[in-house]
């Protein structure tokens, strides 16, 4: 894809020949595309590039929902783009500090983090370094009928006194693939550090070191079906805590301010129920504050489980009734759940050496009945229980 060939996509005829591999969907991809080719002989380059904008469309209905078939994508935007459900979070939140304020969105790729912005009442101008980017984003905000200004620029070149608050995500990819360390993405971290002394918001990995966070910002975690996507650093006058922890699409959160720290709830043996944090509340260092939460206590100092003698069912944790504990051994581990008749079964290990996926091929259980087991820590030694899952929040 590029600007030339989106260009002609968006034309009359590229639309028409959309329209014809949209109407030919059920038939299998060699068929459909010798059909698309049949009809349209001189065009063989729209034909791919319509195919390829059908098949990404429908690979993004997950990430973008209703609005993935209305959305203009390359692969490369689409892996990188912002889940919908983080963006109308993230915008949410925005509108609540700045209501009808101006958003610069800096590196907007595809534009999922500007569109949920322009929905939430922002004036936003979309900025990014790449042309077709560019191009896309406008076409998509014409198909979506919001009005929003977008144009090319590198990040430097942004004023961000010229706006409300600023938003950024920069590229975390170089050409090995996938930057860990923020240090490494582009724009580079001085700048991003210069922009979090101000009233902005930008968006970096799930892994990023606590060590990095700069001085006032606050760290929001964030997990979306319970999948941990992402981390957000808010500076100036938006930085309401140091760290926080946010599970959709429940919306619940935990921050610093509701941690009283690993001594005030103390470490004891499992009690009756089982928690297992939500990864964002891990990588927040929120266990304790779950802990509180549950009424409970931590299992041991340094691994991020909870126990309590009470069922709470929240989206921040996995619930689990504690049925009883089994032998750790891996001998008398498998006698026990032979005995129980056990054969699909949930491993969950943390502070252990153990690979699930190795040890369950090791048991060999042949059973009918489903658990799920885990294999930790408790005062420093390891323990095996067998768990009952709680019933979700909603049921």
């Known amino acids: 894809m590029d600007v030339a060939l989106l260009g ?3 034309s009359s005829s590229g639309l028409a020949l959309l329209a014809d591999a949209a109407a030919l969907a059920s038939t299998d991809d060699l068929t459909r595309s010798a059909e698309l080719r049949r009809r349209h002989p001189a065009a063989p380059d729209l034909v791919a590039a319509a195919l390829a904008q059908l098949q990404l469309r429908h690979a993004a209905v997950g990430k973008l929902g209703a609005d993935a078939e209305r959305w203009w994508l390359t692969r490369e ?30 590196g907007c790729g595809l534009g999922v983090d500007l569109v949920a912005a322009l929905r939430a009442g922002l004036t936003v101008t979309g900025v990014d370094r790449d042309p077709l980017r560019v191009a896309l984003t406008r076409a998509t905000l014409a198909e979506l009928g919001l009005v929003g200004e977008v144009y090319e620029a590198e990040a430097a070149e ?8 600023l938003f950024a995500d920069p590229a975390r990819r170089d050409a090995r693939g996938r930057v860990g360390d923020p240090r490494g993405s582009s724009p580079g971290w001085e700048l991003v550090t210069r922009w979090l002394r101000g009233d902005a918001v930008v968006k970096t990995g799930p892994a990023i070191a606590h060590s ?36 959709l699409p429940a919306g619940d959160t935990l921050t610093d301010r509701d941690d009283p720290g690993p001594a005030a709830v103390g470490v004891a043996p499992p009690g009756a129920f089982w928690y297992e944090p939500d990864d964002a509340v891990v990588r927040a260092g929120l266990v304790s504050a779950l802990a509180r939460l549950v009424d409970g206590w931590l299992l041991d100092p340094h691994i991020a489980y909870a126990s309590s003698d009470r069922a709470v069912r929240t989206p921040l944790a996995r619930g689990y009734r504690v049925a009883e504990e089994l032998p750790y051994r891996e001998k008398a581990l498998r006698a026990a759940l032979r005995a129980r008749d056990v054969g699909p079964l949930t491993v969950k290990k943390r502070g252990v050496d153990v690979v699930p996926e190795r040890l369950r091929a090791r048991l060999r259980l042949r059973g009918s009945t489903p658990a799920t087991i885990v294999l930790t820590r408790v005062a420093g030694a390891g323990r095996a229980y067998l768990l009952a899952p709680l019933s979700s929040p909603d049921g």
């Not at 942004?158 to 608050?165: F, L, R």
């Open 158 to 165: 942004v004023d961000p006194a010229a706006y409300d608050v």
């Open 212 to 247: 990095l966070l700069p001085v006032g910002i606050e760290a929001e975690w964030v997990s979306d079906d319970r999948d941990l996507v992402e981390a957000a650093l808010w500076g100036g006058a938006l930085a309401g805590v140091r760290r926080r922890a946010t599970v």
């Open 8 to 10: 002609a996509l968006r």
């Open 77 to 106: 935007g689409l892996e990188q783009a912002t889940r919908r459900r983080v963006a109308e979070h993230r915008a949410a939140r925005l509108a609540s500090y700045v209501p009808g304020g101006r958003l610069v969105d800096v």
